[in-house]
């Protein structure tokens, strides 16, 4: 292990080049032994640093101890009125959202497809006996607050699929997936072919042009949640049949109920979409549930999903229930913001040492397995997670008994610090 600590000074502090990178960034590093406490290495440990992803960790962490990892959300199928003898039901369907991040995603196993999800639903409907109804197909999202973003999010991240916030109906991890087609030469315009859910609830304006051949994803969308427009530009690349980025979804739980709508209507279900006042009583008839928290964790940290983070942090209470966690557990929160789950926000401050001692801590705790498991493993010796935002770039985690912690702030030089970074990880033993 004193090979680490050498690894690690000279790494930031005699490689010329490096030197140059980070003339004017803001380095942090902590490491200690999880079986001694041996401090191994500390540089800038108690700066209050922005962690981007690696704040996953934190609100993973929390998430198995507060919500325990069996713990699963539920969305139940409701109406109120009543259903007469000719199968009209005189009132609406309701779809309560329960917080489930999963809900219409095909990346969890458990969780069904968005479109095996609504035949699901719509099943159910017309097992209960319903024909006709009177009144609509309504999202319910009010398990939380109205609001999906958090108001530090940047304007440049609401429109784009990480940016999707986290809606007490969510669906389809709130994305949808726009298809363009390039023109046959840079610089011409390039058209959209089609989205994936079909958009129901909002418009795009299309201003994105052709790029230079492997150019990649250059475009971006601009909107922001409830818009009924978002706008998209930029450029992709030249030379594809076909070109896909993704979009946050700007009213999921709207979103949600006017697919399921579609499906009743092309089955032959009138939907009449009669006014009714708020009721006072609904009737449940079907549940589904989401994968266990234990599930959810593994994805958030495996593919550093911002909307899973989040919607563990609403669910814990957000700051409230992340920070008590983390008194809990013995840490020092002096200097500590935390602004959401995911660490997209720039409001995010936390120090080296605090990350440190969570991950010490968790080597400890009876989740550490699935915890651990999250992680991804960057050689057979170490089990990491990554964080990168603007001008910011961190790793933490494990090297065998080495808990460590990473972060720089302020680095214009994006590519070549995750050049520098890659290296470092892998001379970890």
Known sequence: MARLQIIILLFFSFTPLLACDLDHAIVAIYAVRTDTGEVLVDQNS???????SCLKIVTTAAALHLLGPEHRFETYLEHDGSIDSIKTLHGNIYIRGGGDPCLGSDRVVGALSWKKQIETWADAIQEKG??????????????WEKALAVPSWTWEDLGNYFGAGASGLSFHENFYTLVFKPGREEGAPASILHTEPP???HTIHNEVTTGPEGSGDQAWIYGSEYSSKQFVRGTVPAGASEFAIKGAIPDPATYCAQLL????????????????????????FHTTYSPTVAEIVYWTNTKSLNLYAEHLFKAMGKMEGVTQFLHSQNIDTSGLNIADGSGLSRKNLITPKQLTYLLVNMKSSDFFPLYFKSLTQNTPQIRAKSGNNTFVKGSVGYADNC????????CVDREAMRKRIDTFLCELP
Request: no cysteine; glycine share 8%.
């Open 199 to 201: 958009t129901l609830s």
């Open 46 to 52: 108690d700066l209050s640093m922005m962690p981007a």
């Open 130 to 143: 319903i024909e006709k109804i009177t009144g609509k197909v309504i999202g319910d999202g009010s398990i």
């Open 261 to 284: 709508a579609q499906e009743l209507e092309k089955r032959g279900v009138t939907i009449e979409q009669a006014k009714y006042p708020t009721p006072s009583q609904r009737v449940r």
């Open 403 to 410: 808990a460590f912690v990473i972060l720089i702030n302020n």
